[in-house]
């Protein structure tokens, strides 16, 4: 069973950094494309950073260029977002899947930018 897990958000002020981890089970990750969302309350989920398979080659939008950096460790099946310079509007829940090919969506991770 493929399952996707997504951990590290919380309570941050404006200029905080943050962590996320993705662990995933099964035996597609280190053959996929893996990319973070984000969904803000009342928004739809949104692609914001993706990484592919070897880990070569890294997309993200212009909201969080500069300031997110996606990575992954293939050895421990998991994918990382480290967020640096937080705003408030980047508060949302976070999640991770396949870009390609998306499997059954987690629980995410709720990312608070307040002061």
């Known amino acids: 069973q493929v399952q996707l897990v997504e951990s590290g958000g919380g309570l941050v002020q404006p200029g905080g950094s943050l962590r996320l981890s993705c662990a995933a089970s099964g035996n597609i990750f280190t053959m996929s494309t893996v990319g973070w969302y984000r969904q803000a309350p009342g928004k739809q989920r949104d692609l914001v950073a993706s990484i592919t398979s070897g880990g070569r080659t890294t997309v993200y939008v212009d909201a969080v260029k500069g300031r997110f950096t996606i990575s992954r460790d293939n050895a421990k099946n998991t994918a990382f977002l480290q967020m640096n310079s937080l705003k408030p509007e980047d508060t949302a829940v976070y999640y991770c899947?396949?870009?390609?090919?998306?499997?059954?969506w987690g629980q995410g991770t709720l990312v608070t930018v307040s002061s």
């Open positions: 899947n396949y870009v390609l090919s998306p499997t059954s």
